[in-house]
């Protein structure tokens, strides 16, 4: 027997026998149970963004002393406030690159990859030592 020959058994069954059979515990064929008290609830409808919050996968990093993380070899730099300590981070199995910081189980910064070009070159100061002292005097 293979998988459709399987489903359309179970789905025969399921419809011909279970739900018209008097079921012992509830005394009455599930079908009309279930179109019974169908009636009476009301869903909790909730956005596609909040539903989708739901299914991220969670992982967890401390922030290094440059703050930033690293996720499967990718840095991503974080505010400075979390220095040192344990992140919960998530993200969409659909969009690994995109992580969001999460507190107390709400979403609350998106990090950004850090950008080595800009991170490999100092910024340039433009130091002078003479305007430095003629400016204390």
Avoid: C
Avoid at 33 to 38: A, E, K, N, P, Y
Avoid at 58 to 71: A, E, L, P
Avoid at 84 to 99: A, D, F, T, V, W
Wanted: net charge positive; aromatic share 10%.
């Amino acid at each position: 027997m293979n998988l459709s020959e399987l489903n359309a058994s179970f789905s025969n069954w399921l419809n011909k026998d279970y739900h018209k059979r008097i079921h012992e515990g509830i005394g009455e064929p599930p079908i009309d149970r279930f179109l019974r008290d169908v009636q009476k609830t009301n869903p909790k409808r909730i956005n596609p963004e909040s539903l989708d919050l739901v299914f991220y996968r969670t992982i967890k990093r401390t922030v290094k002393n440059d703050s930033t993380i690293s996720v499967d070899g990718k840095f991503y730099e974080v505010p400075s406030r979390y220095i040192g300590l344990k992140i919960e981070i998530r993200y969409s199995s659909s969009n690994p690159q995109e992580l969001f910081i999460f507190e107390n189980n709400s979403l609350s910064i998106r990090l950004r990859p850090v950008d080595l070009h800009q991170n490999a070159n100092p910024p340039h100061i433009s130091l002078s030592y003479s305007t430095l002292f003629s400016k204390q005097e």
